[in-house]
Structure formats: structure tokens, C-alpha cells
Nanobody, 125 residues
Framework: QVQLVESGGGLVQAGGSLRLSCAAS????????MGWFRQAPGKEREFVAA????????YSADFVKGRFTISRDNAKNTVNLRMNSLKPEDTAVYYC??????????????????WGQGTQVTVSS
């Protein structure tokens, strides 16, 4: 059974930082592209960032470039999202996801096979 478990969310002031982590089990983690998505109330789930199986390529949404960094540790089966300079509009539930798709197609939500339950990030102004 595949499990993706996110952690690290919370309440932070604007300009602050958070580090999200996702622990994966039940799948050959080093064979999967891992992604982060987010969903704000009343909005669709949107792509945030993705990293290929070997960490050599990353993809980020324009709205997070220069602020968020995705990384992975295949030895620990974890993927992380470091979020700096947080803004109130970053408030959302953040989800970890896994796909075997590589390349820029990994920015598309439908290609993801497995999803975590999400972790809430709230940025106060």
C-alpha cells in the first residue's frame, strides 16, 4: 500500500519560512518523480514544484520561483519543500504526489498516481 505523509505545515507570518516534508512508503521511491501541489479554499489544486527521480531536474510554478525549493533524499524516501518569503496568498493545503512521468509533463496534475492527505499552511499578514 502506497502512503505519502506530509508534515511541517503550520501558521507563519508573512515573510517567514516553512519546510514541508513528505515521507513515502510502499513504492520504489527512487523511480518516481515527486511533486508538490496546493489547494486554497474555493480554488482548484495547482502545481507548485516537482523533482525527477534522481534530483537532476526540478520544475517550479512561476509564482514560487526564487522563493520555494524542492529537494529529495532517496535514501530516506523523503521529498521536501523549503518555502521562504511566504505571502498570505500562499495559504493553502499542500499535497505531496508521485508519478512515473518525467519532464515538464510532471507539472500536470492528472499524471500523478498517488497523493498524500495534505498539510495546512497558513500565512498571516
Amino acid at each position: 500500500q502506497v502512503q505519502l505523509v506530509e508534515s511541517g505545515g503550520g501558521l507563519v507570518q508573512a515573510g517567514g519560512s516553512l519546510r514541508l516534508s513528505c515521507a513515502a512508503s510502499g513504492l520504489p521511491f527512487s523511480s518516481y518523480t515527486m511533486g508538490w501541489f496546493r489547494q486554497a479554499p474555493g480554488k482548484e489544486r495547482e502545481f507548485v514544484a516537482a523533482i525527477t527521480w534522481n534530483g537532476n531536474s526540478t520544475y517550479s510554478a512561476d509564482f514560487v520561483k526564487g522563493r520555494f525549493t524542492i529537494s529529495r533524499d532517496n535514501a530516506k524516501n523523503t521529498v521536501n519543500l523549503r518555502m521562504n518569503s511566504l505571502k498570505p496568498e500562499d495559504t493553502a493545503v499542500y499535497y505531496c504526489a508521485a508519478t512515473t512521468v518525467v519532464g515538464a509533463f510532471a507539472m500536470r496534475r492528472p499524471v500523478y498516481d498517488y497523493w498524500g492527505q495534505g498539510t495546512q499552511v497558513t500565512v498571516s499578514s
